[in-house]
């Protein structure tokens, strides 16, 4: 389960896998064009001020598709699991929509998984761990172990200052919970 707002890959299934995708559809076009062009750069080159707007624009995307999927999704969701039991349903930590949806269709157990082996901010306090942003390096920054003093500063500051495309499920929680109720 995982929600899939830009970019849809051609990956080929193991036997045996059934894939379902709600097809998203949201009102202003030109952000979605914009944030596909950017999403490009930003991983080549993104300064924090450029993950602070992308976290601005994201944050209402994702809303606007989490409502969608707890809403249209789900129905078809239910129709498709109807009878059938899991024991476990994967998702992405960066989004908690799925979480709600496995809730609904009665699987017991939910796997966060991540894409590599960094571990937010917010990863990290749900989890009941520590980050130590003085001497290790941010996840999306370009530093390495082995930072000079300004670099651990900024990369301090970097932590301190919750970038919301990092943090965004953490920003989000409050109000994808609202959504989770209605549903």
């Known amino acids: 389960m995982e929600m899939n707002m830009v ?10 896998v059934q894939e379902i995708r ?4 949201f009102k202003d076009k030109l952000k979605v064009e914009g944030l596909k062009v950017f999403q490009q750069m930003i991983f080549e080159s993104g300064t924090p001020y450029e993950l602070w707007w992308t976290g601005r624009e994201f944050k209402e995307m994702r809303l ?14 239910l129709a ?8 476990l349903a994967i998702g ?3 989004d908690f929509c799925p979480v709600a949806m496995a809730r609904a269709v009665g699987v017991p157990k939910m796997i966060w998984i991540t894409h590599g082996p960094s571990t937010y901010d917010f990863t990290t306090e749900i989890l009941g761990l520590r980050s130590f942003p003085s001497f290790v390096p941010h996840p999306l920054s370009s530093n390495s172990d082995k930072m000079n003093f300004l670099q651990r500063i900024f990369n301090v500051f970097w932590h301190l200052g919750g970038i919301e495309f990092v943090n965004l499920p953490n920003v989000l929680l409050h109000e994808e919970n609202s959504l989770y109720k209605k549903s």
């Open 7 to 16: 970019f849809t890959g051609d990956f080929k299934l193991p036997n045996g």
């Open 22 to 25: 709600e097809s998203i559809h």
């Open 64 to 77: 606007e598709a989490c409502e969608q999927m707890l809403g249209e999704g789900l129905a078809k969701l």
């Open 80 to 87: 498709f699991v109807n009878y059938k039991k899991f024991d």
């Open 92 to 94: 992405h930590f960066h």
